[in-house]
């Protein structure tokens, strides 16, 4: 009898131990896929096709039409015109309440980043009638009203999630409020975030690429040549003579698989290039911090040439290593990244070097050697400075470009990006050179190229 009982109930136990066990791992499952860190490669569209002993997978894209559409995000009362990517429509004038002057807008920076933006970056001068506000922290973040905003810019990538979660947003949205997908690096690094996701979310978006709503580059000719018109200087300028050494690299990312990395390489077998920044010369270098920017200007200015090598090849993908670390520096940048015409369309005429016009690293070396003999050449790449063009487009900053548009928009104009994955990262991923990835472990030493 007694066993009996004791044989009931440690058979209750044990279902009932199954129950756990089995709601356990129900729960674990479900929370890994909430959580999932989308390395789906099937999501970013690369194919892994061999997996190199040293653990790098050597990849190549997939074409978009191979992967399943993602097109479930039906958009309920579009009226008017579709596109691939966004849909727009208008609302009814009628509708819309009017609650405060319109000449007045307030947007919002949610980003909790602490260093980004810049504060002396986010005023516009040139236009008063923009309120920024910037998140400082998570709390902030939380308790900050988000009713009254026009417009609120999150930063994409790494200020918002991998996967879309309701809880990083702000908890209401008014109709007429504009979320803005400010996309600051390029497809490459985004590849690990879940732009599907997204989809149906944003209404402006926001980058380098001229075809965002709103154009947020890393530089551009009007505030330079602004600048130089306060400053301008002698149109018969010697460059050549203030400089003692040749070619300067300041290289930080030092993922070796990056294009730059055997260009350089072989580069050097043909010239001399100092190398500073965490791939080089760290003890000299000047630190990163952007206190210490007088530092940089001074170690790169007696310099002929900066590698203005960018980490990636993507579409349009040209930052401050060409606008700031060289062009405001004198120095003439030496370019690898976006294609040539991509350069020319916005940089000042003849400023520049683009790899692609060399057949080799070797020609490219040869080029640079000829230079440095023949100063008057050498000069010609700062014609630039004293010849302006007669129109020079308005442009302020980004967040100027922001206020702008709000600004300009009309009030019954309505936008959704419906697959901003697509728009991204381009219709079969065009926009960025497929390269050599290990995930997350690209920043371990043994993955580092270094030039010491
Ligand atoms: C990567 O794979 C492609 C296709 O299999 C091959 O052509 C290419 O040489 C490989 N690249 C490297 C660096 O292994
Ligand atoms: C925008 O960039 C593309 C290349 O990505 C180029 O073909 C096009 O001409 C550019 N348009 C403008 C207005 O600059
Ligand atoms: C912004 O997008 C949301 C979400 O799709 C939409 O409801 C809203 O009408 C849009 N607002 C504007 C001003 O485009
Ligand atoms: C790096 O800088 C130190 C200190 O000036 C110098 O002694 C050393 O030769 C440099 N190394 C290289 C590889 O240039
Ligand atoms: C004029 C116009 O573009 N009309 C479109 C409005 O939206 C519907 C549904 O998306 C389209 O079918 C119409 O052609």
Redesign the pocket.
Known sequence: MELQKQQAQLKRCESLLKACFFLYIAFMAYSYVLTMPVSLNRLVGYNKTEVSRDGVENVSLIQRSALPRYDNFVPSD?????SRFYQTWNVEASTLSVKKPPDHKKIIIWSTTKKWPRPKSIPCFSMPQCEFIKINNKKQRRKIDTEDADAIVFRGVHDIPAVYRNSHFPKTRPEHQIWIYFAYEPPTITRDWDLISYNGIFNWTMSYRNDSDILAPWGHITPLYKALAGNPPPTNKDYAREKSKLVIWYASYCYRYLDRFSYARELMQYIRVEVFGACGNVSRSCKKDRKDLSCLRDHIRPYKFYLAFENFRCVEYITEKFWHNSLDYDVVPVVLGAQKGDYERVAPPNSFIHVDDFGSPEALANYLKYLDQNDDEYNRYFAWKTAPPKNLPDYESRFCEVCKKLLQVSRTERKVYTDLDRWWRGENYEFCQPMMWVGEKHSKPEYAARFR
């Open positions: 579009y009226n008017n015109q579709s």
